[in-house]
């Protein structure tokens, strides 16, 4: 298992847990996780998706954007 956690400054911090081949992504105080994959990501486009879902207020999940 890998965790991995990253701060944007003053807004969120991501967590991304890899479980095999599946990767989630939780929010700074949410449980439910704001995406997944099941693939290699790019952490700046997961940052940016992040911070665009939670300035819109989304809980859904949202698949990641593949490299």
């Known amino acids: 298992m890998l965790i991995l956690s990253s701060e944007v ?6 967590t991304v847990i890899s479980l095999t081949s599946v990767t989630l992504v939780f929010l700074r105080g949410e449980e439910e996780a704001i995406a997944w994959g ?7 486009k997961m940052k940016e998706r992040a ?5 819109e ?3 859904t999940e949202a ?5």
């Open 57 to 59: 207020g989304k809980k």
């Open 9 to 14: 400054p003053s807004v969120i911090k991501i």
């Open 38 to 44: 099941n693939d290699v990501f790019d952490m700046e």
């Open 51 to 55: 911070l665009v879902e939670k300035r």
């Open 63 to 67: 698949q990641l954007e593949m490299k």
